[in-house]
DNA sequence: CACATAACTTGCTGTTTGCAAGTAATTAGG
DNA sequence: CCTAATTACTTGCAAACAGCAAGTTATGTG
């Protein structure tokens, strides 16, 4: 048995950006949250076809590290007990800052960005009104 | 002879998050970044000396990854010929938002942080005020 | 010219990723 | 209630990547 903790061991400096990136500073962690934030996505399902086409393994590892790092909860869906439902917390609600300017520089430097300047307004008055409690 | 391309395969769905962290979503790349605008870091040497301990041959694919991506650029030191410089670009400044919006995200939640309320407000300001045209 | 400095490169080993396939729990249909 | 479908994963494996140590190249100093 391995441990497959993938999520970076600490390098605890006490710097506040390289503990985000212990937690964050992977290729897919932040895509997860921005599926939970702009597209509504809460089941294994609505991650796995997010668009990006995650391999399920690494959906499984990144779900379980941030559920350790008490950003998103799991819960059954009473409704449908086959289902599970992520919802972010408090903790990853606060997200929200980091994902937005991923989300400007992206679309200022993406060549081929499908992010218009209406479309990246909309989402930020989404996100603002939605999670800022 | 191999490609090394550690920088990521771009997965182009358009989403802007997603071209972000194709770029810099890596334990890496954006501490180079935050290294070079909060600790003035600008040589090779100034990076291994970084705090966190980046491998060398790490360092030298992530700085070759981040001048690829014209978010640094490389400038021999003609004061001492033996250095090389990097420093950022437009586009590099331009990360200002995202390393402030994980640097506060990270104050807020490492339990072991350093960054009190006072330092996050000078680095900010310091931020705010260099890298802004 | 010998030695030091700065910036890498190479080789090796262990870990992580990505793909394909398989499993477990729950529910819906006959 | 038995069977099939749905949902959420787990496992196995090859390839890519990370991290460590040692070696190399280019330039500067005495």
Known sequence: M??????ASPRKTGCPVAFSLDVLGDRWSLLIVRDMLVGGASTYGDFMCGGEGIATN???NRL????????VEK????TNRRKYRYTLTQKGCELVPIVLSLM???AKYDPETRATPEI???VTAKLDMEFSK
Chains 1, 2 share one sequence.
């Open 64 to 71: 379980k590290g941030l559920t350790d790092a008490g950003i």
């Open 120 to 122: 990246l307004k909309k």
């Open 2 to 7: 391995k441990k497959d903790m993938s999520a």
């Open 104 to 106: 400007n520089w992206g």
């Open 75 to 78: 819960h059954r869906d009473e």
């Open 58 to 60: 690494i959906l499984a």
